[in-house]
């Protein structure tokens, strides 16, 4: 199995890029270009984690809100309790595969929940997704406004997109049934999808990030294409950040953003 993730309160410098990548994998993230226009508890709030297994491709990202650690325990519960299971664990049905990723988001929300105190009360939102070949299945969840994208040889698509009302994780105390109401989800046919992508909101805000951030990504996907495939992760993941940060520089309005992707040979 190839791991990469990376959180916020390693990159606090504006304009910095962290980078951690593997074959067929990539975690890239910055604190932003500009400086945040808006009140919040800690400079980098954002988390990413990328993996690729035998059975399987992932990719999770957070973005927390009054502080860090919301973010970055929503990582870890994914790749301390999950991770190997979801890239290199048996087959399974699609139903069994929800479940998973259901009960992950409760065990995540229970976990942010415990560590909060009066002084450090943070949430986060969350996104995933999960590729198993094997099986032929796409499982994703979104919790939030983050983004999510999946690429075949010959289009990109956003899946999950951002609803007019969403929720966050550390919000407040969630059952099996509320996290099925509050989360969106998806699991279908993986089909030719050979690549995922997950990207912080801090690529759209607006007034802060870009107009398009499907055009963007796809942009990015399609030019990695053309570099050596143990390359093309760490490539368009670093691309996706780095013209993000150009809208924050051009706005003069920064924001936490990060990308994960793996990358799957088919």
Known sequence: MNAAFLFGRSQLEIGAVGEQTGEGIAAVLSRGGANKPYAH????????????????????????????????IAIEVVRDAHLVDFVEGPERSADSWYQNVLHLLVAANDAILKAQSDEQRSRTTFALALARPAEKLLVATSVGDSH????????????????????AL??????VSRAERAARFDVCPLEDVDVLVAVTDGISEKGIGVADPLAVVT???????SVAPSARAAHAARAIVDVALAAHVANNAGDNVSAGVAWMER
């Open 170 to 175: 550390g919000h407040e105390e969630w059952t």
């Open 219 to 225: 942009e990015t996907v399609v030019a990695a294409r």
């Open 148 to 167: 999510l994208f999946v690429g075949t040889p010959s289009a990109l698509r956003e899946i999950l997109p951002r609803p007019r009302k969403f929720a």
């Open 41 to 72: 508890t800690e400079p980098n709030e954002d988390a990413v984690l990328a993996a690729c297994g035998a059975r399987g491709a992932l990719v999770a990202i957070a973005d927390g809100h009054w502080g860090a650690r919301a973010a970055e």
